[in-house]
Structures are given as structure tokens and as C-alpha cells.
DNA sequence: CGCATCGGTTCGTGATAACTTACCGTTAGT
DNA sequence: ACTAACGGTAAGTTATCACGAACCGATGCG
């Protein structure tokens, strides 16, 4: 995550990467590595160096999996709720509660 | 995340929990414990058990967190870029970009 | 009261994830 | 062509994580 930080401010080689971070560079490289592989980063080689930058597509993409996660977490719990709030009532009519209270 | 993902069905007890999942009660005990302390569930004491349920004002937190995140992180790489092509359009009237070409 | 069930906690252990060191190929500059 | 800088990869080590076993307190029930 730190990585992925430093990379907002735009593209920028794993050297001086490294050199901002508590790790050494071979560390770096292996973290890029993973993030490219996921399609967050991509690079570009330039010389001796080798830019790394946001994939915006990438980071779209991963975006969009959390939302859908967070969207059906909040969804299905609030379903559970309205079913239990509707159990409940048709408890106080009848017997009791499918959860005992306390 | 199984154990989220489980809590998307409504208030269930740890022992339920942990029949459905490969591990054993212990284990999903300390996965809640973890969950309950970033806020991402609550338990509700009845009698002698004990229901989780997922708490939705902490999941909501933390997809706040994450938005602000991709938020940032695409918002952050455009302005970066928009600096970069501003730089690079100096350049084809001046004398060479930032970062030499391959 | 006993007794059984449920669940949290501690401790020891095995898996694995992350890091460093060392090495190698590639490229730029002189 | 030689040298220096950059960066990826492999191997080995360390730290960390997840888990199960065992133990304990609390609660409900007869």
C-alpha cells in the first residue's frame, strides 16, 4: 500500500522508490512485481530505468470488486434485518422470538 | 472474508459459524475477535450463546475509506498525467522531455 | 446443585510471507 | 570496449500469521 501511494504522485523509478521506503530495492522490485501482476501498475522501461505508474484501469477494475462487495454486505444485511424485524412481530402475536432475549 | 461473506445471511453464532467453514471454533473466535475490533461486526449476547451480525455503520466506514483511496489514487494519477503531457508539449517546441524517450 | 453447551483466551507449532544478500543481464556514458 | 548504474531473480533466513489443542468461565437445564 505504501507503494501504491508513492505511485499517485505519478510515474517513478524503483531506485528512488526504495530509496523513500524502509526496504531495500530487491523488496520493492517483488512488491511491483505482485502489483503489476494484478494490473495495478504498469512500467515502462526507459533507458537504465524503469518507470512504474498507476494502471487507472487496473485500479477501476479492483474499485469496482469492492464496491460490489460492500454493495451485497450492506444489501443482504439489510434484507436480514427487515426478515427478522418481520419474524419478530409475528412473535409478539404469537409465542416467541426465533432468538430468545436476554 | 468467508466469515463476512457468512455474516451477509443475518446474526449467527459462532459455533453455526464455524461448522460451515474449515477451520475449527477457536479460529473463527479470533477472526471475529479481529472483525468486531475494526468495527466491521458486532455480537449480540443471548444466553449462552453468542450471535454476530455484520454492523453496517463500520462496513460503510470502511468502504469510505477504500473510495477515498481509488478516489485519490485515479484523481491523483490524472493530475499527474495532465503534468506530464504539459511537460512533454514544452518540450516538442524546446529541447528534450523529462524522460528521455526509448 | 451437577452437567452439558457455548464461546473466549492462551500457548505451541507449522506454513508462508517478506525481507536481505548475492548474482546476473542490460543500458548509458566516456 | 570498459565501467558504472539500474533493476530483475534466486536462495536463504527471519518474522509473522493462522491454526489446533487444551483450558477456563459463564449460562441454561434437569
Known sequence: MAIFQKLCAGPIAVNELARTLPVTRPAVSQHLKVLKDVGLVTDIKNGTRRLYQLDPEGVARLRGHFDQMWTK????????????????HHAKTSRRTRFKSV
Not at 77 to 86: G, H, I, N, P, T
Open 73 to 88: 454486505a450492506l444489501g443482504a444485511f439489510q434484507e436480514s434485518v427487515e426478515k427478522e424485524s418481520a419474524a419478530n
